[in-house]
């Protein structure tokens, strides 16, 4: 696709639930990102691939957090036992990788948790 | 630790204003950018800058860089409506990892 595209848009879910938030990253970019939004705030770096691995998981909150990117291409952000702190848009982004860092950010996935 | 300041947080304007927009960064850093977003919406890149004294400019927006004062500013001429958003600045550490400032929130007011 033309630029990054993350589903769903809207997630709600309830206290404890299990969900998962996909990204479509830029064709042929190699560097995916992941952030967190909370309200009033600028994004929160949470993890960075370069292509299958994760090379810097540093922001993850906590091992509630999980990211994976198996082939390259898409990746699912995980998230159990959910908590009301949670609650956020999810950014992704992605870049060439290829010595220009500049990043595309997908429109977010609003994560509310009830 | 990088850290990333923007002030003001808020701003309020007239049509036809000038104002700017200062950011303010902790330590030495690669690159420096400029995102705005509309609410509910993602981030739209504005400038990239790469290297002191570097000024980039588009339409009423230009954004300058100082690495030596590690400072930013997005200078705004002449404002309109439409540039009502929120604007953040960004740098990046090494080479991948962006630390955002708070954002500034800009309402030009008709």
């Known amino acids: 696709g033309a630029g990054v595209s993350q589903t769903p848009s809207n997630k709600v879910t309830e206290k404890g639930k299990y969900v998962e938030l996909r990204c479509d990253p830029i064709?042929?970019?190699?560097?995916l990102y992941w952030y967190r939004q909370s309200l009033g705030q600028g994004p929160e770096f949470l993890i960075y691939?370069?292509?299958?691995?994760?090379?810097?998981d540093s922001g993850l909150p906590n091992d509630r957090f999980f990211a994976v990117r198996p082939e390259g291409s898409v990746s699912t952000l995980k998230i159990q036992r959910t908590e009301r702190g949670d609650s956020a848009v999810y950014l992704c982004?992605?870049?060439?990788?290829?010595?220009?860092?500049?990043?595309?950010f997908g429109q977010g996935t609003r994560l509310t948790v009830v | 630790e990088l850290k990333v300041e923007q002030n003001p947080l808020f701003l309020s304007m007239q049509e036809g204003k000038n104002y700017t927009i200062y950011c303010n960064y902790s330590?030495?850093?690669?690159?420096l950018y400029w995102y705005r977003q509309d609410p509910g919406k993602s981030l739209e890149s504005l400038f990239v800058?790469?290297?002191?004294?570097a000024v980039k400019q588009e339409g009423r927006l230009m954004a300058s860089l100082d690495t030596k004062a590690r400072l930013s500013t997005l200078h705004i001429t002449a404002a309109v409506h439409d540039l009502s958003a929120t604007y953040f600045c960004?740098?990046?550490?090494?080479?991948?990892?962006?630390?955002f400032g708070t954002g500034t929130r800009l309402k030009v007011l008709a």
């Open positions: 982004a992605s870049s060439s990788g290829r010595g220009n860092t500049e990043a595309f």
């Open positions: 064709s042929g970019h190699t560097a």
């Open positions: 691939f370069q292509g299958t691995g994760a090379a810097d």
């Open positions: 330590t030495t850093s690669d690159r």
């Open positions: 800058l790469l290297s002191n004294g």
């Open positions: 960004a740098v990046t550490s090494g080479t991948y990892k962006y630390i």
